[in-house]
């Protein structure tokens, strides 16, 4: 069974400062790994995803995110933050055999200051 | 662009009553999803199905949460009899799997039940 942890509940950056929110998941073989955003009343919506190839992958918004396979971590980066992108955000990390179930970290609350 | 449509948006009832939630996953996706999301436990996979077949339902309780899929086009969850506890926003998300390299679950908006 998989797991994910995001070490962060929160975190407050600047406006225009550079962001990094970290994600460590546990499984036994490559994992299909996500990141998610949610603001306030709102549905998911998906930033980025990771199944094989090119370990940086560039997502929507201006995020990216780098998979290393020998600190099971899945970060998540932006070079220069918005006051938009205040939001919470969610790693998942999904099994890549089987049923494929997917599961949640418990997310990472990110606050811009002006 | 497809969208994953939940009903309904809010639903308060009193302790006891049934619940049904319905979710119309995006045409073609094979995989559904429900999850339940509150403060303290963040999100929660309850269930989920490929081509309509419950795959693990591990995350209900089984004595009062039910999760099925009727026709490619409805997925239900209930809840009988519904307790205070069970307050929280219900997720539905649909994808396609495996392997393809669209892969990545589209939500739906929720549906924010409140049981008094």
């Known amino acids: 069974a998989q797991s994910v942890t995001q070490p962060d509940i929160h975190i407050t950056v600047s406006e225009g400062a550079s962001l990094e929110l970290r994600c460590n998941y546990s499984y036994g073989a490559t994992p299909y790994l996500f990141w998610y955003v949610q603001s306030p009343g709102q549905g998911l919506q998906l930033l980025l995803k990771y199944f094989s190839g090119d370990t940086l992958v560039q997502g929507i918004k201006g995020f990216e995110a780098e998979f290393k396979r020998s600190q099971s971590s899945f970060n998540l980066r932006k070079p220069s933050v918005h006051w938009s992108d205040a939001a919470e955000y969610f790693c998942?990390?999904?099994?890549?055999?089987?049923?494929?179930?997917?599961?949640f970290g418990a997310g990472t609350r990110l606050f811009v200051k002006a | 662009d497809a969208r994953v449509t939940q009903t309904p948006r809010h639903k308060v009832t009193e302790m006891g009553q049934e619940v049904t939630m319905r979710c119309q996953p995006i045409?073609?996706?094979?995989?559904v999803f429900w999850y339940r999301q509150t403060m303290m436990q963040g999100l929660e996979l309850l269930a989920y199905?490929?081509?309509?077949?419950?795959?693990?339902d591990s995350g209900m309780p089984k004595d009062r949460f039910s999760a099925e899929m009727p026709d490619a086009t409805l997925a239900t969850l209930k809840i009988q009899p519904s307790e205070p506890r069970d307050s929280a926003v219900y997720f539905c998300?649909?994808?396609?799997?495996?392997?393809?390299?669209?892969?990545?679950?589209?939500f739906g908006s929720g549906t924010r039940l409140t049981v008094v």
């Open positions: 199905f490929r081509n309509r077949a419950p795959l693990d």
């Open positions: 998942a990390v999904g099994a890549s055999t089987g049923g494929f179930k997917t599961i």
């Open positions: 045409l073609g996706h094979n995989t």
């Open positions: 998300a649909s994808g396609l799997v495996p392997g393809t390299t669209d892969m990545g679950y589209t």
